[in-house]
C-alpha cells in the first residue's frame, strides 16, 4: 500500500520479504495456480516473459508441489518472520521467478538477495531476463552478430554457506527493453534446498539496506474448493487478505477493495481497516457481492 503524496518505492519487487503467500494450489484436485495474474506472485508461469516455459513443456501443471518454491516460517529470516524455500530436485536447478517489473531502460540497477544452503555444493545464480525465460539456453554472452542465450544478466555461481548472507549483481539495461524478472536459479551435486529472503531490486550501482516495496503490502485470496470458482450465485463473497506491516504506523490508514469488470467498471468497493501493527494480519471477509 502506498500512501498518499508518498515517494516512488526504492525497491521494485512486491512480497520481496515474502509474508505473503503464493499462489501455489491448496488441494491435490486442483492444479491450476489461483495467484496467476497477480502482481504479487512470484510464481507465476503465465506471465510474458515466462509464459513460453509452460508453451515449451519446461513447466508443467502436473509439476509435484515438492519441486516447488514454498514459503515457510524461519526463525532466524533476514526479515520478517518466514522466507522462501527452492528444492534443488535431482539433475535439475530449482527457480524462483518475481513478477514482471517495469525498468528503465540504460538504467543501471542492482539485485541483492539473503541467501543460505545446509547442501555444502549448493550455488546461487542471480539473473534477470527481459526476454522470454527459457532454461533450456546455456549462460552465454552475446558477441558480434551472435545474440545472448540465457539470462541477459547473471551472476556467477555463488557458493552458498548455512549462514545467512548478502548477494548481489549490478546491471545496466539495454536501451530498447522496458520490462524484465528476476530468475534466482539454485543448483547442488545433490538434492536438497536453498534458503532466500529480503530480495530487492533497486535504481544504481550499489546495494542499500533491505526495505518492503511499501510499508503496508496488501494480498487477497479467494477460492471456492471444488467449484474452481470464486464467487457462487446466492453465496457471500468469502476473501482472505492476508498484509505485512514492516513497521509501527504512526497514522494508519483504511485499504480499499474494489472489484471490476475486465472492461474496468467498478462493480464493488468496501472499505478495511488497515493494520498498524509490525509484522503478519489475516482478515477473513463474507461479503454481500451483487
Not at 510474458?48 to 519446461?58: E, I, N
Request: hydrophobic residues 35%; negative net charge; proline residues 10%.
Amino acid at each position: 500500500m502506498q500512501s498518499k503524496g508518498s515517494a516512488e518505492p526504492k525497491n521494485l519487487l512486491p512480497n520481496a520479504s515474502f509474508e505473503l503467500d503464493f499462489g501455489h494450489p491448496k488441494h491435490d484436485w486442483v492444479h491450476l495456480n489461483p495467484g496467476q495474474g497477480l502482481s504479487t506472485n512470484w510464481t507465476d508461469m503465465l506471465t510474458p516473459l515466462t509464459m513460453k516455459l509452460v508453451a515449451t513443456g519446461q513447466v508443467s501443471e502436473m509439476t509435484p508441489l515438492e519441486e516447488l518454491p514454498t514459503i515457510e516460517e524461519v526463525a532466524d529470516a533476514p526479515d520478517g518472520s518466514r522466507a522462501v524455500s527452492i528444492p534443488m530436485p535431482k539433475g535439475k536447478p530449482g527457480h524462483l521467478t518475481s513478477p514482471v517489473i517495469p525498468l528503465k531502460p540504460g538504467q543501471s540497477y542492482t539485485l541483492s538477495v539473503y541467501a543460505r544452503s545446509d547442501v555444502p555444493s549448493a550455488q546461487l545464480r542471480l539473473c534477470v531476463w527481459t526476454r522470454p525465460v527459457d532454461w533450456r539456453q546455456e549462460f552465454a554472452e552475446g558477441c558480434f552478430d551472435q545474440p545472448p542465450t540465457g539470462p541477459d544478466m547473471y551472476s556467477e555461481a555463488l557458493p552458498l554457506t548455512n549462514q545467512w548472507q548478502r548477494y548481489k549483481l549490478t546491471f545496466t539495461m539495454a536501451s530498447y527493453f522496458h520490462q524484465g524478472l528476476v530468475d534466482l536459479v539454485a543448483t547442488a551435486e545433490t538434492e536438497g534446498s536453498i534458503w532466500v529472503d529480503a530480495a530487492q531490486l533497486e535504481e544504481g550501482p550499489k546495494a542499500t539496506a533491505f526495505e518492503t516495496r511499501y510499508p503496508v503490502e496488501v494480498g487477497i485470496d479467494a477460492d471456492k474448493p471444488f467449484s474452481g470458482m470464486l464467487h457462487l450465485m446466492g453465496e457471500p463473497l468469502e476473501i482472505d487478505v492476508s498484509s505485512y506491516t514492516n513497521r509501527q504506523q504512526d497514522e494508519p490508514g483504511d485499504l480499499k477493495l474494489s472489484i471490476e469488470t475486465f472492461e474496468g467498471k467498478v462493480v464493488f468497493t468496501k472499505d478495511i481497516p488497515c493494520p498498524n501493527e509490525e509484522g503478519r494480519s489475516e482478515n477473513k471477509l463474507a461479503l454481500d457481492f451483487p
